[in-house]
């Protein structure tokens, strides 16, 4: 059932107009399920890909939330 719900999220990805949105989506859901490695890995895709988006700051604001603090 993962495997379906990660192709199905990148096949929309793909077809989307709205790429920076629907990639921090993808990785919001991620996170939810507690695919925390993948989350992160699409949060630092969104920053890459599209660095001045408002979907990039969100990016890195949930990628600071998950990094631990020592």
Known sequence: MYTGAVILCVAL???SGDQPKEL???AQ???KQM???H????YEEVIRLYP???E???ARARLAALTPTH
């Open 13 to 15: 990805i793909s077809c």
């Open 24 to 26: 921090l989506a993808t």
């Open 29 to 31: 859901f991620e996170e």
């Open 35 to 37: 695919n925390l490695p």
């Open 39 to 42: 989350a992160r890995q699409l």
């Open 52 to 54: 001045t988006s408002t």
């Open 56 to 58: 990039a700051e969100a």
